[in-house]
Nanobody, 125 residues
Framework: QVQLVESGGDSVQAGGSLRLSCATSRSTLVAYCMGWFRQAPGKEREGVATVTSTGSTTYAYSVKGRFTISKDYAKNTLYLQLNSLKLEDTAMYYC???????????????????WGQGTQVTVSS
């Protein structure tokens, strides 16, 4: 059974940084496509960044160059480093996993069957 537990969300000022964590099992981290998604109030859930089982990454255009997705196999954790945060980055951030690697490149949220509970990121001016 795939379990995903997010943490690290907080309230920060624009221009600041955060690191989100998603604790999972080693088998999930090794074999699954994993990703970070976000959902702001009144908006659809959107893909932020994904990483395949072999380490290939995909980023949304809006976060490219500011956010970094990574895996730590020693800690069985998926990370999302958020730098140069903007007001529009405010959202609930979710960790997700899918067994099909091809899904990673689409960042299509409905195609991901496994989800964490989310962690809130709030950026203020």
């Amino acid at each position: 059974q795939v379990q995903l537990v997010e943490s690290g969300g907080d309230s920060v000022q624009a221009g600041g940084s955060l690191r989100l964590s998603c604790a999972t099992s080693r088998s999930t981290l090794v074999a699954y496509c994993m990703g970070w998604f976000r959902q702001a109030p009144g908006k659809e859930r959107e893909g932020v960044a994904t990483v395949t089982s072999t380490g290939s990454t995909t980023y949304a255009y809006s976060v490219k160059g500011r956010f970094t997705i990574s895996k730590d196999y020693a800690k069985n954790t998926l990370y999302l480093q958020l730098n140069s945060l903007k007001l529009e980055d405010t959202a609930m951030y979710y960790c997700a996993a899918a067994s099909s690697g091809g899904i990673c490149y689409t960042m299509n949220a409905p195609a991901f069957p496994k989800w964490g509970q989310g962690t809130q990121v709030t950026v203020s001016s």
